[in-house]
């Protein structure tokens, strides 16, 4: 079944231009620009440059720092989470799980708005401690609220990532261990999250980098001292010559590929082949009365943590004023007004926006599945790798090489700068969120059996035949899936967007919420579209998830050979 | 090292409402290597885990060395077992594995290096304690395993199927190894398998398990000899197995099977119960020429050859007596031809081999 179609070939070469000219062009524009003086010579003294600026320096560190410590907390709240639903038998789990998906679906710069109304300096909780003990937490307060929002934010991903790795474990190591006298923590440290260590490692690095590269959160919460607001503030403030920016921009690139490569490499240093030769998975364990209790205390302090930005956001759309009170006053419709009269356009623009791209990506990612997995065309496996670039990419840095690569270049028909139109989202969004509609393409193709296409070759149909009449009906679960997920982290996309919006008639939500958070007259209205964001992006979720499940069927269908 | 016993009385155990462990009572001498043998599903494995502790009975008492163990958590049992899939930690190298249950019990790392080193060596594997269980081949993880689990000096060492992951040849070697091993410790041994074969060789008693229940336990011999009921007679070994009734007339036994027909059965034979199956095995069914011969203390049959199967040392026949099938073992020698398929033999087994089981 594996041909090489000439159409197929043309298909593959098309798509590679497209990731040359949007991806790999525009991230070599910034390392070139970093790396050479006004003349093209090649030069180190920017760099130098870069470490003689004393702010730069602690940029650097205070980025390591948040990153670190957001690694270091998110990994305290999701080890118990994770532990507890793979092992115990507990009423709890489905709290757990939907833990792990509810922060994600509020962007985390949204998250931090609605953070410095309830935990910040004159936010209610603080409100009531000074009221009731005369003491406040400055847990909001320059870094360590970043580190607050980022680690609610993030600790999904160690969460889901750990809780399946745990969950692949033969459950005769663990018993290996008790059996050789090792109990409790001993057991949890020397065996369990060991094993665990892939997944842990796969989660941990991801909200590393995730941090590490976040725009959107450090400038909602006015904190101007790290590695990526200083790259925007260079870019928009200096220029779009200002080498320190590009400087920057690499430095984010390096630490995105040592820590998926580190990542990589660890998992590939210690051979795991072992870890789940067949076997059962442990009977989950009972807890006891006392265990019932720590475990349900630890979930919903989490829970309540977690839903507080959520709560913070509904009440703040829903009220006219809420500073230094602990709970808002005067409810009013007036800020969902205001957004369906001034942000209607913003609206519009996300969902034309990001329409667009995910139709584009899961059209790109359903041609890429195919080719690299249904065909022989060398070189085929270059496509695969050039989208995991992709997700190695910061968006700050994407857009500062899309400024810095297309200037100059006019649209046709006299549409205007491709980076001042609207174009340029759409194409930024769909190569940014490709790697998630690959993922689900890919999985989909794998699922349709070769011997069902061979069936209708066998009958005698064509190669386009096939591909339109048996091939994409039956991924269409997937190919959906794909398109609501690239959708869905579009729209809640933020440092892309406030670099690429040129002027608020193309902006889309994402910068509209930005922007009225800026402003404390516009926080009402900012919660009000948030909560139209947050709906879209949950609603988008649960279809995902709905039909990720309505695939299955085919899934039966591909397996029964 | 002091040898103990266990003592299983009337333990039951159930998994939601599912009975696996059904009354099981059960006494394994010091020193003994004792094997569970019975089919997938029959609970040996679970009375394995039992014992080890990952299993709670609900009923009954479970002694080691005279101590009733019920509740106690398996980190605190000492009883060791080597695990069917060898559960060898991937991130440890083979010292390390062998050293974690020592660091567990806290000793002084002295200890743990002479105690790793001793018990690599019991096995044969000094020359690789730095490598990693992945660079191992299969029975070498193996016997990593038996190392890591007899470092601790366990009372009582549990084997679970501890030759499945292994080729055939290599299964043979390890089988006489772990022989010659539990001789030379004297530690009680109790090994889980499904393979008869592995049971009979080995160990010096078992107990055939079947839904449950332990349906006989007795000594390789007294289980091939004497089995007490049909599954224990057709688990192990091969076996002709009728169910019919049995009439005493005069001083004969009758027996009247619905596929065999109506028998005479050779005299001195007692009846123990009207309805009972009659069972003997294939090897001890002989051909004679003259059908007048051999009648006295033999069950005299006639048959007709249906097929055959050469064995090597053996030809298995297939012979039709009555509406029923009969399985005839005849020594092969040299030269000799198996009897065509169609013809008629006359069939003796003597009285000794005849065996009355429950169904």
């Known amino acids: 079944m594996k041909r ?4 197929l070939i043309a298909i593959a070469i098309a798509i590679a231009a497209f990731l040359f000219i949007f991806l790999i062009g525009p991230i070599l524009t910034v390392v070139y620009t970093a790396f050479t003086d006004g003349q093209g010579n090649f030069t180190f003294s920017h760099f130098l440059a870069f470490a003689e600026i004393s702010l730069m320096r602690e940029s650097f560190a205070n980025s390591l720092y948040v990153a670190g410590t957001t690694v270091f907390f998110a990994t305290i709240i999701a ?5 507890l639903t793979v092992r115990f038998q507990f009423r709890g789990a489905v709290l757990i799980q939907t833990l792990g998906v509810l922060p994600l679906v509020m962007p985390a710069f949204v998250g931090a708005a609605a953070m410095q109304l309830i935990f910040g300096r004159s936010g209610a909780v603080n409100l009531i401690l000074m009221d009731n003990f005369g003491f406040s937490i400055p847990i909001m307060e320059g870094l360590n609220g970043i580190i607050f929002v980022e680690t609610l934010h993030y600790f999904p991903f160690i969460l889901l990532n750990l809780s399946a790795s745990l969950a692949t474990i033969d459950s005769s190591m663990e018993e290996a261990g008790q059996n050789l006298g090792a109990s ?28 590490f590269d976040d725009l959107g959160t450090p400038l909602v919460l006015n904190v101007t001292n790290m590695l990526a607001p200083q790259a925007y503030l260079r870019v928009t403030s200096i220029g779009i010559e200002d080498p320190i920016g590009y400087v920057i921009c690499v430095i984010l690139v390096l630490f995105s590929i040592a820590a998926m490569a580190g990542s990589w490499w660890f ?5 795991y082949a072992l870890v789940s030769r067949g076997g059962a998975q442990a009977p989950k364990r009972k807890l006891t009365s006392w265990q019932t209790a720590m475990a349900y205390g630890w979930i919903i302090g989490v829970l309540m943590l977690v839903l507080s930005p959520h709560l913070g956001i509904l009440l703040m759309s829903f009220f006219k004023v809420w500073s230094f009170s602990v709970l808002p006053e005067q409810f009013t419709l007036v800020h969902y007004a205001t957004i369906f009269t001034d942000a209607k356009q913003m609206i519009w623009n996300t969902i034309l926006y990001c329409g667009l791209a995910a139709f584009i990506d899961i059209i790109i990612g359903g041609a890429i599945a195919y080719i690299v997995i249904r065909t022989t065309i060398p070189g085929r496996q270059i496509l695969d790798h050039l989208v995991t670039v992709a997700l ?12 810095r690569a297309f200037r100059g270049i006019d649209l046709p028909f006299g549409m205007g700068a491709l980076t001042a139109s609207w174009v340029i989202f759409v194409i930024a969004y769909s190569v940014r969120r490709l790697p998630y509609a690959l993922r689900s393409c890919m999985a989909a193709l794998t699922q349709v059996h070769p011997a069902l296409e061979e069936a209708a070759e066998n009958v005698g149909a064509g190669r386009t035949r096939i591909i339109r009449k048996i091939v994409i009906p039956l991924m269409m679960g997937g190919l959906l899936a794909g398109f609501v997920t690239s959708f869905i982290t579009a729209a809640a996309e933020i440092s892309e967007t406030i670099l690429l919006t040129s ?3 193309l902006a889309p939500m994402s910068y509209g919420i930005y922007l009225y958070f800026q402003s404390i007259a516009g926080r009402g209205p900012g919660a009000a579209l948030s909560v139209v964001a947050i709906t879209i992006v949950a609603l988008g979720t649960y279809i995902s998830h709905r039909l990720a499940a309505a695939a299955t069927p085919h899934q039966q269908v591909g397996n029964r050979t | ?20 462990l059904k009354d099981i009572t059960l006494s394994i001498e010091p020193g003994e290597f004792f094997a569970l043998l019975g089919p997938s599903g029959s609970g040996k494995s679970t009375l394995l885990r039992l014992i080890a502790g990952f299993n709670q009975h609900q009923r009954g008492e479970l002694l080691i060395d005279g101590k009733d163990v019920t509740g106690i958590q398996p980190w605190l049992r000492n009883v060791g077992m080597v695990f069917q899939n060898y559960a060898l930690w991937p991130h440890m190298t083979v010292a390390q594995n062998v050293a974690f249950g020592l660091e567990a019990r806290k000793l002084p790392s002295a200890e743990i290096r002479s105690k790793v080193a001793s018990a690599l060596e019991l096995v044969d594997m000094g020359g690789l304690a730095n490598r990693r269980p992945g660079q191992l081949s299969g029975g070498q993880q193996q016997r990593v395993a038996i190392a890591r689990t007899l470092a601790i000096e366990p009372q009582v060492l549990l084997l679970d199927e501890p030759l499945s992951n292994l080729d055939a040849k290599l299964r043979t070697q390890t089988r006489q190894e772990l022989v010659q091993l539990q001789r030379r410790l004297g530690i009680t041994t109790i090994f889980v398998t499904h393979d008869q074969e592995e049971a009979l060789t080995t160990c010096h008693r078992i107990a055939v398990m079947d839904q449950g229940i332990i349906q006989q336990v007795g000594t390789p011999m007294e289980l091939f000899d004497f089995p007490v009921n049909r599954f224990v007679a057709q688990f192990v070994g091969s076996v002709n197995l009728y169910p019919g009734r049995f009439i005493t007339e005069g001083d004969h036994l009758r027996f009247e099977s619905p596929t065999l027909g109506t028998l005479m059965l050779p005299r001195g034979l007692e009846l ?8 003997f095995r294939p090897h001890a069914v002989r051909f004679v020429d003259d059908p007048n011969t051999q009648h006295e203390n033999n069950l005299a049959l006639k048959g007709i050859i249906e097929d055959s199967e050469f064995l090597g040392e053996f030809l298995r026949y297939e012979v039709r007596v009555g509406e029923g099938r009969i399985m005839a073992d005849i020594p092969h020698v040299r030269g000799a031809l198996p009897l065509k398929a169609g013809s008629a033999v006359h069939l003796r087994v003597s009285s000794e081999e005849l065996r009355f089981v429950t169904a």
């Open chain 1, 184 to 211: 409790g923590w001993r057991l949890f440290r020397k065996i369990i999250f060991p094993l665990a260590i892939p997944g842990y490692i796969a989660g941990a690095s991801l909200v590393f980098i995730k941090v």
């Open chain 1, 267 to 271: 998992v590939k240093r210690r051979d």
């Open chain 1, 79 to 83: 080890i118990p989470l994770a532990y």
């Open chain 2, 272 to 279: 123990q119960s009207t309805e009972m199956d009659l069972a």
């Open chain 1, 4 to 7: 090489n179609h000439p159409g």
């Open chain 1, 392 to 403: 190695a990419m910061p968006g700050l840095v994407l857009g500062i090489g899309y400024l």
């Open chain 2, 1 to 20: 090292m002091k040898s103990v016993g266990i003592e299983i009385k009337n333990i039951a155990l159930a998994f939601g409402s599912t009975a696996v």
């Open chain 1, 503 to 505: 002027r608020e008639s």
